[in-house]
Each structure stands twice: as structure tokens, then as C-alpha cells.
Nanobody, 126 residues
Framework: QVQLVESGGGLVQAGGSLRLSCVAS????????MGWFRQAPGKEREFVAA????????FYGDSVKVRFTVDRDHAENTMTLQMNSLKPEDTAVYYC???????????????????WGQGTHVTVSS
């Protein structure tokens, strides 16, 4: 049974930082590209960041570039998202997702991800 479990969300003031983690189990971690998405109340799910199966390539949504950093640890089957200089508009539920690695990978499209976590809440106060 595949499980993706996010943690690290919480309440933070604008300008602060949070570090999200996603622990994967039930799958061969190195076979999967990984992504972070978020969904704010009343809005569509939005691509945040992604990292290739080997950790060589990373991608970011325009709204988080420079401020967020995605990484992965194969020894721990974990993907992390370091979020700095947080803004109130970063408030959302953050989800991690796994996509079986393929030659073509549309990393920002949620439909290519087979597995999803339950989400962790991030609230940034002004």
C-alpha cells in the first residue's frame, strides 16, 4: 500500500519560514518523480515545485521561485520543501505527489501524479 505523508505545516507570520516533509512508503522511491501542489480555499490546485527521480532536476511555480527549495533524500524516502519569505498568499493546503518516472514528464500537471498525500495546512498571517 502506497502512502505519502506530509508534515511540517502550521501557522507562521509573513516573512517567516517553514519546512514541509513528505515521507513515502510502499513504493520504490527512486522510481518516482515527486511534486508539491497547493490548494487555497476557493481556488484550483496549483503547482508549487517538483523534483526528478534522481534529484537532478528541479522545477518551481512562478509564484514561489527563489523563495522555495525542493529536495529529496533517498535514504529516508523523503521529499522536503523549504519555504522562506512566506507571504499571506502562500496560505493553502500543501500536497505531495508521486509520478512514475517516464521519458516525458509534465511536472506541473497534477494528472500525471498517481499517488497523493492527505495534505498539510500552511497559514501565513500578515
Amino acid at each position: 500500500q502506497v502512502q505519502l505523508v506530509e508534515s511540517g505545516g502550521g501557522l507562521v507570520q509573513a516573512g517567516g519560514s517553514l519546512r514541509l516533509s513528505c515521507v513515502a512508503s510502499g513504493l520504490t522511491f527512486t522510481m518516482y518523480n515527486m511534486g508539491w501542489f497547493r490548494q487555497a480555499p476557493g481556488k484550483e490546485r496549483e503547482f508549487v515545485a517538483a523534483i526528478s527521480w534522481a534529484g537532478v532536476r528541479t522545477f518551481y511555480g512562478d509564484s514561489v521561485k527563489v523563495r522555495f527549495t525542493v529536495d529529496r533524500d533517498h535514504a529516508e524516502n523523503t521529499m522536503t520543501l523549504q519555504m522562506n519569505s512566506l507571504k499571506p498568499e502562500d496560505t493553502a493546503v500543501y500536497y505531495c505527489a508521486a509520478a512514475l518516472r517516464e521519458s516525458s514528464w509534465n511536472y506541473s500537471f497534477s494528472g500525471v501524479y498517481e499517488y497523493w498525500g492527505q495534505g498539510t495546512h500552511v497559514t501565513v498571517s500578515s
